[in-house]
């Protein structure tokens, strides 16, 4: 079945470290992205890569890095430098273009991640 | 700035009563208005595509419209299983990838 993976499901981290957080896509999607979710806010976009070798800073990309070494991958890490890293991350996946123009996104299963 | 506002933030119907979520949104230019639903602890699920003022998709109980304004979600005899949040985003012409603006979502609780 075609999808989208993430993992772990949760994580922990203690004040300090880095953290990566896991996506894997087979739907053959050439864009990946990362968006944090809070309680009472909507999703907000941290990094997003149209093709491999290249991505591109979201709306909160500080305190996070990312890599596209593949197409079916898109790997975060939460760096100690990003203050409140404590929220739900979720990836989305889809394709380049469509044929009626609007791009949908699909989205992974989540990886909750709590600062101890 | 692209703005999406949904209203209500929360919703409690009885099985079977009908209702209507809101999604307001100003865009310079609407390439798609996109509704997703997503279940607690869990990542949205995608839902509906709406491309142009007029037009209308259903799915089961759900049904979507556009105007150039709003977005409605209506949704016709409810079972305790649509209990979700639902997610409306907007993406504008002229990105030259998927960007969507997000609105902050309406819990919707049905009981039995």
């Known amino acids: 079945d075609g999808g989208i993976t993430q993992s772990p499901k949760y994580l922990f981290r203690k004040e300090g470290q880095n953290v990566t957080l896991s996506c894997e896509q087979n739907?053959?999607?050439?864009?990946m992205y990362w968006y944090r979710q809070d309680p009472g806010q909507g999703l907000r976009l941290i990094y997003y890569?149209?093709?491999?070798?290249?991505?591109q800073k979201g709306d909160i990309a500080e305190g996070y890095s990312v890599s596209r070494e593949k197409k079916e991958s898109f790997p975060l890490t939460v760096t100690s430098a990003q203050k409140n890293p404590t929220a739900f991350y979720l990836c989305?996946?889809?394709?380049?273009?469509?044929?009626?123009?609007?791009?949908?996104?699909?989205f992974g299963p989540g990886t909750r991640l709590t600062v101890l | 700035e692209d703005q999406v506002t949904q209203s209500p933030e929360a919703l409690r119907l009885q099985e079977g009563e009908s209702s209507s979520l809101n999604c307001s949104y100003t865009?310079?230019?609407?390439?798609?208005l996109f509704w997703y639903r997503q279940d607690p602890g869990k990542g949205p699920e995608f839902l509906f595509t709406?491309?142009?003022a007029g037009e209308e998709k259903e799915k089961e109980r759900l049904k979507a419209t556009l105007t150039k304004k709003e977005s409605f979600l209506h949704i016709t005899a409810p079972k305790p299983e649509d209990s979700a949040t639902y997610l409306c985003?907007?993406?504008?012409?002229?990105?030259?990838?998927?960007?969507?603006?997000f609105g902050q979502g309406t819990i919707l609780t049905v009981h039995p």
């Open positions: 989305a996946s889809s394709p380049q273009v469509s044929r009626q123009g609007a791009i949908t996104q699909y």
């Open positions: 739907l053959n999607h050439d864009a």
């Open positions: 890569s149209q093709i491999v070798n290249d991505f």
């Open positions: 865009v310079s230019g609407l390439r798609g």
């Open positions: 709406l491309y142009s």
């Open positions: 985003a907007v993406q504008a012409k002229g990105t030259s990838y998927g960007k969507l603006t």
